[in-house]
């Protein structure tokens, strides 16, 4: 007896996808110089660790109190403040953005990775385009808030892409999630990810409703064809 022969696991169905091994591993190589060096040179990043400092361990002195008002609102632009609040509760405010800005590196290629798969599961190679727009004029300005908010941008537009016909309550809180931390970042790629969002669910409904307003009529003229003819043995 022949044994039964196992199905081939494509591409996209592997554990291990080659296309993934290779984006981490050029994100991590992107990562290394800004380790090595002793600081990472950005125009903004300073005024970033000050503002994790004021709010963390500095936030309680007099001198910070008589100064300077924390206010927790709604305004967008303290992702990355709290982020670091939470790192220089660990290590020192150095290794903190440098921290901060490797879990960028390898994020926003994941992240572009994630919408293109989204739309194509055999495309990921695609990822490898978008490494050259990783360490940006942006990120060395040090708009730490910019660069996350893109990764939550490129995040939602996937997921809006992979489960357009097919939402659950649990998969829109996760996108309604995904979007308010993209605007605790920046709400530039905030309002770029709604258009594309709104964009795509708008022709989802396009192209959804004359194609059921058209199966009825078929599937009527068919059934009355059908009974027209006589059925005989």
């Known amino acids: 007896m022949s044994g039964r022969r196992r199905p081939e696991r494509s591409g996209s169905d592997r554990l291990v996808q080659p296309d993934l091994i290779v984006v981490v591993a050029s994100s991590l190589l992107l990562v290394a110089p800004f380790l090595i060096l002793h600081h990472v040179n950005t125009i903004d990043g300073p005024a970033h660790v000050l503002g994790g400092r004021l709010l963390g361990s500095l936030g309680d002195t007099s001198i910070v109190r008589h100064y300077y008002d924390i206010s927790f609102n709604t305004a967008p632009n303290v992702l990355t403040q709290l982020l670091l609040v939470a790192l220089m509760s660990v290590v020192s ?3 903190a953005e440098k921290i901060l800005v490797s879990i960028y590196i390898v994020a926003f290629p994941l992240s572009v990775r ?3 798969k989204s739309v194509n599961r055999n495309a990921g190679w695609l990822t490898l385009l978008s490494l050259p727009f990783v360490i940006s004029y942006l990120l060395l300005l040090g708009f730490y808030d910019f ?4 990764v939550g941008a490129f995040i939602a537009i996937g997921m809006t892409i992979r489960y357009r016909a097919s939402w659950t309550p649990w998969r829109a809180v996760g996108l309604c999630l995904v979007l308010v931390l993209t ?5 530039v790629p905030t309002i ?4 594309v969002i709104a964009t795509i669910m708008v022709v989802e409904a396009l192209a959804s409703g004359p194609r059921g307003e058209q199966r009825g009529p078929r599937r009527t003229t068919s059934s009355r064809a059908s009974c027209s003819h006589p059925c005989w043995p």
Request: glycine share 0%; charged share 0%; proline share 5%.
């Open 93 to 95: 405010p150095t290794w």
């Open 114 to 116: 994630y919408a293109i």
């Open 147 to 150: 660069s996350y908010a893109m």
């Open 183 to 187: 605007y605790a970042a920046h709400i």
């Open 192 to 195: 770029m990810a709604l258009a």
